[in-house]
């Protein structure tokens, strides 16, 4: 499977987002991902369903909507509406599996979102009703920082309970991911790699994607 590459807007210039937007796809991403924080589960304010449908105009890539905020089954219509095409929650937030049916009965692809200190027996029964897992690198709340070492055996633990549940989820990474740990994260087993600073703040963001999709997919 070719591994992809979702820059994460979080981290982009928002001054002149469209033009961000348009580098960013010129330069071969594969999704855009949309960190949206509610300032309760995280402790930061971010985007919301207005800044998607602003998003949705710029691009016809796939919107990757991470939703780090309480009640979520209150507001994902409002970012579908808005134009998601990927929607992922967090496992602390959820109670039961009517919120992924939801989704999945408006042809959203279902995500299952983890914190660092989240383990992966908590969420085993949740895993046949999506189709990614989100495997935060980084505690959920803020871009920049630096990726927890021990989310490479986490991944590598995902992939192989995916084997023994004969199940095909795909598994995203995000937090910390730059060009001198893309491949370890890679080859961990991360299908989909999100960075943020890592892109936008690199000199140069064409360069940069071009040179994560081929370490990625080494």
Do not use: W
């Amino acid at each position: 499977m070719t591994k992809k590459i979702a820059p994460s807007l979080l981290s982009a210039d928002f001054s002149t987002l469209k033009t961000e937007i348009e580098t960013v796809e010129n330069a071969g991403a594969d999704l855009l991902h949309i960190d949206v924080m509610d300032g309760h589960f995280v402790p930061n304010i971010t985007l919301g369903p207005f800044i998607v449908s602003a998003v949705r105009k710029c691009t016809k890539l796939p919107l990757d909507c991470h939703l780090m905020i309480e009640n979520p089954e209150k507001y994902v219509d409002a970012f579908i509406k808005a134009g998601a095409n990927m929607i992922s929650v967090h496992a602390e937030v959820i109670q039961d599996e009517k919120i992924f049916k939801t989704l999945r009965n408006q042809n959203i692809k279902v995500g299952l979102a983890l914190n660092p200190d989240k383990p992966l027996n908590q969420i085993e029964h949740f895993l046949p009703h999506v189709d990614y897992v989100l495997i935060m690198s980084v505690f959920a709340g803020f871009g920049g920082q630096v990726y927890l070492s021990k989310s490479t055996q986490k991944i590598k633990d995902l992939v192989r309970l995916r084997r023994k549940q004969k199940l095909s989820f795909e598994i995203e990474v995000d937090g910390g991911i730059k060009l001198d740990n893309v491949s370890e994260i890679a080859h961990a087993g991360a299908d989909i790699l999100v960075s943020g600073s890592g892109i936008f703040k690199s000199k140069d963001v064409k360069a940069t994607i071009q040179s994560m999709k081929e370490k990625a997919n080494e």
